[in-house]
């Protein structure tokens, strides 16, 4: 499994920065949902290469090592 990583930033001047790596498609949103509704209004929001991927599921026999 990739390792789930929020980075926040706070400049100089209050502005708040997040930036998500590892996670894959619209739940980077929902991960930062709550963060997002207690900092403010959202100004800017640029989304990468990872938002586009589709995430990839594992079956519990995967998971269990099963085949």
Do not use: F
Not at 3 to 28: A, F, L, P, S
Not at 32 to 39: D, G, I, M, P
């Amino acid at each position: 499994m990739t390792m789930q990583e929020v980075e926040i930033t706070i400049d100089n001047e209050g502005r708040v920065r997040v930036h998500v790596n590892g996670v894959k498609g619209e739940e980077c949103l929902a991960l930062t949902k709550n963060l997002e509704n207690a900092v403010g209004e959202v100004q800017e929001r640029s989304l990468s290469a990872e938002y586009y991927e589709q995430p990839v599921e594992v079956s519990q026999y995967q998971k269990a090592g099963l085949r």
